[in-house]
T-cell receptor, first 118, second 113 residues
Framework: GAVVSQHPSRVICKSGTSVKIECRSL??????MFWYRQFPKQSLMLMAT?????????EQGVEKDKFLINHASLTLSTLTVTSAHPEDSSFYIC??????????????FGQGTRLTVV | GNSVTQMEGPVTLSEEAFLTINCTYT??????LFWYVQYPGEGLQLLLK?????DKGSNKGFEATYRKETTSFHLEKGSVQVSDSAVYFC????????????FGTGTQLKVEL
Protein backbone atom coordinates (compact mmCIF):
# COMPACT_ATOMS: atom_id res chain seq x y z
CA GLY A 1 0.00 0.00 0.00
CA ALA A 2 0.89 3.65 -0.20
CA VAL A 3 3.55 4.92 2.14
CA VAL A 4 2.93 8.58 1.41
CA SER A 5 -0.43 10.19 0.79
CA GLN A 6 -0.59 13.54 -0.97
CA HIS A 7 -3.79 15.53 -1.30
CA PRO A 8 -5.32 16.88 -3.44
CA SER A 9 -4.18 15.19 -6.63
CA ARG A 10 -5.54 18.00 -8.77
CA VAL A 11 -6.59 21.53 -7.97
CA ILE A 12 -7.69 24.47 -10.04
CA CYS A 13 -7.73 27.86 -8.38
CA LYS A 14 -8.20 31.46 -9.31
CA SER A 15 -5.30 33.83 -9.56
CA GLY A 16 -4.65 35.55 -6.24
CA THR A 17 -6.00 32.80 -4.04
CA SER A 18 -4.02 30.39 -1.86
CA VAL A 19 -3.84 26.64 -2.15
CA LYS A 20 -2.77 24.15 0.49
CA ILE A 21 -1.28 20.77 -0.38
CA GLU A 22 -0.95 18.07 2.25
CA CYS A 23 1.62 15.33 2.47
CA ARG A 24 1.11 12.52 4.97
CA SER A 25 3.54 9.81 5.92
CA LEU A 26 1.42 6.71 6.48
CA UNK A 27 4.01 4.09 7.28
CA UNK A 28 6.48 5.77 9.59
CA UNK A 29 7.35 8.98 11.35
CA UNK A 30 9.26 11.47 9.28
CA UNK A 31 11.33 14.27 10.75
CA UNK A 32 12.14 15.44 7.25
CA MET A 33 10.01 15.75 4.14
CA PHE A 34 10.94 17.17 0.77
CA TRP A 35 8.87 19.23 -1.64
CA TYR A 36 9.58 19.07 -5.35
CA ARG A 37 8.18 20.90 -8.31
CA GLN A 38 8.12 19.80 -11.92
CA PHE A 39 7.48 21.92 -14.97
CA PRO A 40 6.53 20.23 -18.24
CA LYS A 41 9.48 18.48 -19.86
CA GLN A 42 11.77 19.47 -16.99
CA SER A 43 13.29 17.72 -14.02
CA LEU A 44 11.80 17.48 -10.59
CA MET A 45 13.37 20.40 -8.80
CA LEU A 46 13.77 20.38 -5.04
CA MET A 47 12.00 23.39 -3.59
CA ALA A 48 12.49 22.95 0.11
CA THR A 49 13.19 20.59 2.95
CA UNK A 50 10.48 20.48 5.57
CA UNK A 51 11.76 19.92 9.11
CA UNK A 52 9.44 18.80 11.88
CA UNK A 53 9.21 21.39 14.61
CA UNK A 54 11.46 23.93 12.92
CA UNK A 55 11.65 26.17 9.89
CA UNK A 56 11.85 24.72 6.42
CA UNK A 57 15.05 25.03 4.42
CA UNK A 58 14.45 26.53 1.00
CA GLU A 59 16.53 26.01 -2.11
CA GLN A 60 18.07 28.99 -3.82
CA GLY A 61 15.55 30.93 -5.85
CA VAL A 62 12.48 29.62 -4.05
CA GLU A 63 10.43 32.33 -2.36
CA LYS A 64 9.76 31.28 1.21
CA ASP A 65 6.95 33.81 1.61
CA LYS A 66 5.19 32.44 -1.43
CA PHE A 67 5.59 28.76 -0.68
CA LEU A 68 4.78 28.35 2.99
CA ILE A 69 5.76 25.04 4.51
CA ASN A 70 4.51 23.74 7.81
CA HIS A 71 5.66 20.46 9.35
CA ALA A 72 3.71 20.41 12.56
CA SER A 73 3.85 16.69 13.25
CA LEU A 74 5.95 13.68 12.37
CA THR A 75 3.39 12.53 9.82
CA LEU A 76 2.17 15.70 8.14
CA SER A 77 3.75 18.46 6.11
CA THR A 78 1.80 21.10 4.20
CA LEU A 79 2.80 23.35 1.34
CA THR A 80 0.71 26.47 0.83
CA VAL A 81 1.05 28.37 -2.41
CA THR A 82 0.05 31.90 -1.47
CA SER A 83 -1.41 34.45 -3.87
CA ALA A 84 -1.11 31.98 -6.70
CA HIS A 85 -0.46 33.15 -10.23
CA PRO A 86 -0.60 31.27 -13.52
CA GLU A 87 3.18 30.83 -13.50
CA ASP A 88 2.80 28.78 -10.31
CA SER A 89 0.90 26.17 -12.28
CA SER A 90 2.97 23.05 -11.97
CA PHE A 91 3.20 19.53 -10.59
CA TYR A 92 4.17 19.42 -6.92
CA ILE A 93 5.44 16.23 -5.29
CA CYS A 94 6.39 15.48 -1.72
CA UNK A 95 8.88 12.91 -0.55
CA UNK A 96 9.44 11.24 2.78
CA UNK A 97 12.46 9.55 4.29
CA UNK A 98 12.11 7.33 7.27
CA UNK A 99 13.96 7.99 10.48
CA UNK A 100 14.74 4.32 10.82
CA UNK A 101 18.21 3.30 9.66
CA UNK A 102 16.95 0.43 7.54
CA UNK A 103 14.92 2.66 5.26
CA UNK A 104 17.11 5.68 5.49
CA UNK A 105 18.45 5.37 1.96
CA UNK A 106 15.10 5.14 0.19
CA UNK A 107 12.73 7.95 -0.64
CA UNK A 108 8.98 7.46 -0.75
CA PHE A 109 6.92 9.81 -2.87
CA GLY A 110 3.38 11.07 -2.89
CA GLN A 111 1.35 10.82 -6.07
CA GLY A 112 1.78 14.50 -6.76
CA THR A 113 -0.55 17.47 -7.05
CA ARG A 114 -1.33 19.10 -10.37
CA LEU A 115 -1.96 22.78 -9.68
CA THR A 116 -3.57 24.93 -12.33
CA VAL A 117 -3.99 28.63 -11.66
CA VAL A 118 -6.47 30.38 -13.93
CA GLY B 1 26.67 21.01 -9.03
CA ASN B 2 25.06 17.65 -9.63
CA SER B 3 22.96 17.04 -12.71
CA VAL B 4 21.23 14.19 -14.52
CA THR B 5 20.49 14.02 -18.22
CA GLN B 6 18.14 11.44 -19.65
CA MET B 7 16.70 10.92 -23.08
CA GLU B 8 13.56 12.75 -23.98
CA GLY B 9 10.39 10.87 -24.63
CA PRO B 10 7.94 9.71 -25.31
CA VAL B 11 9.37 6.36 -26.24
CA THR B 12 6.85 4.12 -27.97
CA LEU B 13 7.55 0.41 -28.29
CA SER B 14 5.69 -2.70 -29.23
CA GLU B 15 5.21 -5.37 -26.60
CA GLU B 16 8.23 -7.67 -26.22
CA ALA B 17 10.59 -5.09 -27.70
CA PHE B 18 13.93 -4.26 -26.12
CA LEU B 19 14.06 -1.08 -24.07
CA THR B 20 16.93 1.28 -23.40
CA ILE B 21 16.53 4.62 -21.68
CA ASN B 22 19.79 6.51 -21.52
CA CYS B 23 20.90 8.37 -18.42
CA THR B 24 24.15 10.21 -17.81
CA TYR B 25 25.15 12.23 -14.80
CA THR B 26 27.52 14.87 -13.56
CA UNK B 27 28.66 14.69 -9.95
CA UNK B 28 31.78 14.72 -7.85
CA UNK B 29 32.97 11.57 -6.21
CA UNK B 30 30.79 8.48 -6.24
CA UNK B 31 27.10 9.30 -6.05
CA UNK B 32 24.37 6.74 -5.59
CA LEU B 33 22.21 6.25 -8.67
CA PHE B 34 18.52 5.43 -8.93
CA TRP B 35 15.74 4.75 -11.35
CA TYR B 36 12.23 5.67 -10.26
CA VAL B 37 9.02 4.80 -12.06
CA GLN B 38 5.75 6.66 -11.96
CA TYR B 39 2.65 4.82 -13.11
CA PRO B 40 -0.39 6.90 -14.08
CA GLY B 41 -2.04 8.47 -11.06
CA GLU B 42 0.57 7.20 -8.62
CA GLY B 43 3.65 8.51 -6.87
CA LEU B 44 7.21 7.79 -7.86
CA GLN B 45 8.39 4.35 -6.83
CA LEU B 46 11.95 3.16 -6.55
CA LEU B 47 12.62 0.74 -9.37
CA LEU B 48 16.29 -0.05 -8.80
CA LYS B 49 19.48 1.48 -7.52
CA UNK B 50 23.25 1.14 -7.48
CA UNK B 51 25.52 2.64 -4.90
CA UNK B 52 29.01 2.04 -6.28
CA UNK B 53 30.80 1.74 -9.58
CA UNK B 54 30.11 -1.44 -11.61
CA ASP B 55 27.13 -2.32 -9.43
CA LYS B 56 24.13 -3.57 -11.35
CA GLY B 57 20.68 -2.77 -10.04
CA SER B 58 17.83 -4.98 -11.15
CA ASN B 59 14.13 -5.35 -10.50
CA LYS B 60 11.06 -6.59 -12.43
CA GLY B 61 13.23 -7.46 -15.43
CA PHE B 62 14.81 -4.01 -15.57
CA GLU B 63 18.54 -3.56 -15.18
CA ALA B 64 21.00 -0.69 -15.00
CA THR B 65 24.75 -0.74 -14.46
CA TYR B 66 26.68 2.03 -12.72
CA ARG B 67 29.40 3.01 -15.19
CA LYS B 68 31.84 5.42 -13.65
CA GLU B 69 34.01 5.68 -16.76
CA THR B 70 31.11 6.89 -18.89
CA THR B 71 29.14 8.46 -16.00
CA SER B 72 26.09 6.55 -17.14
CA PHE B 73 23.29 4.48 -15.66
CA HIS B 74 21.22 3.36 -18.64
CA LEU B 75 17.99 1.49 -17.98
CA GLU B 76 17.33 -1.68 -19.99
CA LYS B 77 14.70 -4.36 -20.26
CA GLY B 78 14.81 -7.24 -22.66
CA SER B 79 11.08 -7.56 -23.30
CA VAL B 80 8.67 -4.83 -22.33
CA GLN B 81 5.01 -5.29 -21.52
CA VAL B 82 2.03 -2.98 -21.81
CA SER B 83 2.06 -2.76 -18.00
CA ASP B 84 5.50 -1.13 -18.16
CA SER B 85 3.96 2.00 -19.63
CA ALA B 86 4.93 4.75 -17.22
CA VAL B 87 7.31 7.66 -16.74
CA TYR B 88 10.85 6.71 -15.73
CA PHE B 89 13.13 9.05 -13.79
CA CYS B 90 16.86 8.72 -13.40
CA UNK B 91 18.21 10.29 -10.21
CA UNK B 92 21.33 10.59 -8.12
CA UNK B 93 22.17 11.26 -4.52
CA UNK B 94 25.45 13.03 -3.99
CA UNK B 95 28.48 11.35 -2.54
CA UNK B 96 28.24 13.54 0.55
CA UNK B 97 25.22 11.63 1.73
CA UNK B 98 22.03 13.17 2.97
CA UNK B 99 18.70 12.58 1.31
CA UNK B 100 18.65 15.22 -1.41
CA UNK B 101 17.99 13.75 -4.84
CA UNK B 102 18.75 15.26 -8.23
CA PHE B 103 16.42 14.07 -10.99
CA GLY B 104 16.44 13.86 -14.73
CA THR B 105 13.50 15.15 -16.73
CA GLY B 106 11.76 11.80 -16.91
CA THR B 107 11.09 9.66 -19.97
CA GLN B 108 7.60 8.54 -20.81
CA LEU B 109 7.38 4.98 -22.09
CA LYS B 110 4.36 3.77 -24.02
CA VAL B 111 4.13 0.09 -24.81
CA GLU B 112 1.57 -0.98 -27.39
CA LEU B 113 0.21 -4.39 -28.31
Amino acid sequence: GAVVSQHPSRVICKSGTSVKIECRSLDFQATTMFWYRQFPKQSLMLMATSNEGSKATYEQGVEKDKFLINHASLTLSTLTVTSAHPEDSSFYICSVHSTTPRKNTEAFFGQGTRLTVV
Amino acid sequence: GNSVTQMEGPVTLSEEAFLTINCTYTATGYPSLFWYVQYPGEGLQLLLKATKADDKGSNKGFEATYRKETTSFHLEKGSVQVSDSAVYFCALRGAGGGNKLTFGTGTQLKVEL
